[in-house]
């Protein structure tokens, strides 16, 4: 079965730092674009970050950009999110997400873990 | 950044109906528009991906058509499990994607 599972969220203090990793099976990992897209509570979807297959080419949204890095072990089928510098607004469900080849949509999604910036 | 707006924000059907769903980009985007299907406490499923390709496995009452700056998803007989909410997404600028801010369609 095709999945991935992301893992590492919690509370955290404004301007501490999280590392979240997300696990894929059932799919070559090392084929596929990634992705980390987030939603706040009650809000809609925003993309976060992208990393090419190989990992040489990184793409972030302007709101994380310079404190969030982004990163990926093909060797062991996992994608990873460094957050650091957080803030309250960083508060929301962070998805990993597979890109469909050839066609830029998202078509794999893990289930979700939940990070809340909070003193 | 190119925006998506949708419209309407939520809309109430019934189980049979026929919706439809319209998504506008700021700019013309071509044929780089996709659809997500979400329900609560769960991630967004890929319903059609470049404006109107069915994503394997979604069933075919579901259809998406447009180009340019105008998109719309249409559910030609409403079932009880689509109740949800529907985002659309812009893959023009990718990999900086951005998503419309969703339709929740709920029961009549």
């Known amino acids: 079965e095709v999945q991935l599972v992301e893992s590492g969220g919690g509370l955290v203090q404004p301007g501490g730092s999280l590392r979240l990793s997300c696990a894929a099976s059932?799919?070559?990992?090392?084929?596929?674009?990634m992705n980390w897209v987030r939603q706040a509570p009650g809000k809609g979807l925003e993309w976060v970050s992208y990393?090419?297959?190989?990992?040489?080419?990184?793409y972030y949204a302007d709101s994380v950009k310079g404190r969030f890095t982004i990163s990926r072990d093909n060797a062991k089928n996992s994608l990873y999110l460094q957050m650091n510098s957080l803030r309250a607004e960083d508060t929301a469900v962070y998805y990993c997400?597979?890109?469909?080849?050839?066609?830029?949509?998202?078509?794999?999604w893990g289930q979700g873990t939940m990070v809340t910036v909070s003193s | 950044d190119i925006q998506m707006t949708q419209s309407p924000s939520s809309l109430s059907a019934s189980v049979g109906d026929r919706v439809t769903i319209t998504c506008r980009a700021s700019?013309?985007?071509?044929?780089?528009l996709n659809w997500y299907q979400q329900k609560p406490g769960k991630a967004p499923k890929l319903l059609i991906y470049?404006?109107?390709s069915l994503q394997s496995g979604v069933p075919s009452r579901f259809s998406g058509s447009g180009s340019g700056t105008d998109f719309t998803l249409t559910i030609s007989s409403l079932q009880p499990e689509d109740f949800a909410t529907y985002y659309c997404?812009?893959?023009?600028?990718?990999?900086?994607?951005?998503f419309g801010q969703g339709t929740r369609l709920e029961i009549k």
């Open positions: 997400a597979r890109t469909l080849v050839g066609a830029t949509a998202l078509d794999i």
């Open positions: 059932g799919f070559t990992f090392s084929s596929y674009e």
């Open positions: 990393i090419s297959s190989s990992g040489s080419t990184i």
């Open positions: 700019q013309s985007i071509s044929s780089y």
């Open positions: 470049a404006a109107s």
């Open positions: 997404q812009q893959s023009y600028s990718t990999p900086r994607i951005t």
